[in-house]
């Protein structure tokens, strides 16, 4: 575990610690005061230790865990939020009501529809274990920590080299097999939403325009505006995107019966009445690609103006970035302890 690394950087899940003694519990693992001291029980820094002890094991890594490796992290949060107040950085509670809203978004923009208040809590517990309190405080230090790094280490942070195209192309020869597009078909689609109470008759309605379909009574693009419920693909003539094969999100979202029949049918000819999770569709695939292996500079799927060559030097500068924060963050972490007084007490015989 590298000393550069910051716990708060990552959202710890807690685990209780069970069968400590009191005095174990109450003792201090290590003292630390740059504006104040600041005390770090032996209690903490045990769940930190099983915390990542967990996350290792959900992993399938087996490294070993050493307490004062994780001490030491610990030791380096408390630099930096201790810090940041002393150097005059902090972050309002709008601004965390605003993250929280970013997340949301993030994961609606996930499960494909919008989430109540209840429902994204639920997800913040599912997922990391925490109350929506402790996921706001995640949050607020995290973006305190980001705001007083770029604040502090602003050169070093900008200084990264740009990827050479000899170092493009080595990616491109080493990865060339990821770069592989998935089949993909393109869809249109008329489509009637339904609830439990209304289901019959929506299905009623849609028997009736693939009836009309079939017999060539009107044509689809007649039909769309008149009947798709769908009214943000309805001025696209229905067209609702690209569908890939092997997307198990939409798979999941969709339905495996409704995802496996729209790459049987035939291009630019109307399906039957296709039942998803969310309603009834009629479908027209008017693309159907086959998987293909990707030159460097293809695009990186049908929709995009993204090369895989530009992929890839995005992809090779946001590694050096990332290299250059890193290098930020333990140029500063080294001038916090320089200027702190740091006492470790913890022993080895006091983990649990």
């Keep these: 575990m590298s000393k550069k690394s910051l ?4 959202i ?58 994780v001490l030491d992290v610990m030791i380096n949060d408390e630099l930096v939020l201790q810090g940041a107040e002393r150097d005059g950085y902090a972050v309002t509670d709008a601004q965390v009501d605003q993250l929280v809203r970013q997340q ?3 994961a609606e923009q996930q ?10 809590e639920l997800i913040i517990k599912n997922n990391y274990g925490i109350s929506m309190a402790e996921f706001r405080k995640s949050l607020k230090e995290s973006a305190l920590v980001d705001l007083y790094v770029r604040g502090k280490m602003p050169a070093v942070i900008q200084d990264y080299k740009e990827p050479t195209e000899q170092q493009i192309l080595d990616f491109y020869r080493t990865n060339r097999a990821s770069f592989m597009n998935p089949e993909l078909v393109r869809l249109s689609h ?3 939403p339904f609830t439990p109470e209304n289901k019959a008759e929506v299905k009623k309605q849609m028997d009736q325009l693939a009836r009309w379909l079939r ?20 001025a696209r003539g229905g067209d609702i995107g690209w569908l890939a094969f092997d997307d198990a999100n939409m798979r999941s979202y969709l ?12 291009l630019g000819k109307p399906s039957g009445v296709l039942e998803s999770t969310g309603g009834y569709h009629i479908v027209k695939v008017t693309t159907h690609t086959e998987p293909k292996l990707l030159a460097i500079d293809d695009p990186i799927n049908p929709e995009s103006k993204v090369t895989v060559k530009q992929y890839i030097r995005q992809t ?16 500063l972490v080294k001038q916090l302890r320089d200027s702190a007084f740091i006492n470790i007490l913890y022993t080895p015989e006091q983990s649990n």
């Design 7 to 10: 716990l708060i950087f990552i």
């Design 104 to 106: 949301k978004a993030y």
């Design 316 to 331: 090779l500068t946001s590694q050096n970035q990332q290299a250059a924060y890193l290098r930020a963050i333990d140029n």
């Design 215 to 234: 017999y060539n009574t009107y044509t689809f693009e007649e039909l769309v505006p008149k009947y798709s419920q769908d009214t943000e693909s309805v």
């Design 111 to 120: 499960v494909g529809k919008e989430l109540t208040s209840e429902q994204f």
């Design 12 to 69: 710890i899940v807690a685990i209780p610690l069970m069968g400590l003694s009191a005095a174990v519990i109450s003792q201090p693992a290590a003292t630390v005061n740059l504006i104040r001291n600041s005390v770090i029980s032996v209690e903490s820094l045990n769940e930190k230790v099983a915390s990542y002890q967990a996350e290792a094991k959900a992993a399938g890594v087996t490294t070993v865990v050493k307490p004062l490796e």
């Design 255 to 266: 339905g495996p019966a409704f995802f496996d029949a729209v790459f049987a049918l035939s």
């Design 190 to 192: 008329i489509f009637m």
